[in-house]
């Protein structure tokens, strides 16, 4: 069992920047590909849009069209967590964003680490709202 806890959300204006963490419970969170998602007002959980993946050890990224550029997710695994950077943020980036958790035995695959249904292990998201 994983528990996954983000934390770092808010309200900024459009522009601003902030970093989202989730912190990871257990031994081997270094076995896990860890993504984020976020899911927009109205929208289901089975909506939730991909943000950005990480591989095991954070030698491999990828990354949403619509925030390439503008995020950076990395990883400690010594401290169990990842990170989302969020830079010029902007209205259409107001979600809730969950983190998840992956063993993705098959290996490292972009369509697979877009899936939600890929993942086995969520949390509870945290909230962030770009004003204009």
């Known amino acids: 069992q994983v528990q996954l806890v983000e934390s770092g959300g808010g309200l900024v204006q459009a522009g601003d920047s902030l970093r989202l963490s989730c912190a990871a419970s257990g031994r081997t969170f270094s076995s896990y590909v860890m993504g984020w998602f976020r899911q927009a007002p109205g929208k289901e959980r089975e909506e939730r849009d991909f943000v950005a993946a990480i591989s095991w050890r954070g030698g491999s990224t990828h990354y949403a069209d619509s925030v390439k550029g503008r995020f950076t997710i990395s990883r400690d695994n010594a401290k169990n967590t990842v990170y989302l950077q969020m830079n010029n943020l902007k209205p259409e980036d107001t979600a809730v964003y969950y983190c998840?958790?992956?063993?993705?035995?098959?290996?490292?695959?972009?369509?697979?680490?877009?899936?939600?249904?890929?993942?086995?292990?969520w949390g509870q998201g945290t909230q962030v709202t770009v004003s204009s």
């Open positions: 998840a958790a992956d063993r993705l035995e098959a290996g490292w695959a972009t369509d697979d680490v877009e899936t939600t249904s890929e993942y086995d292990y």
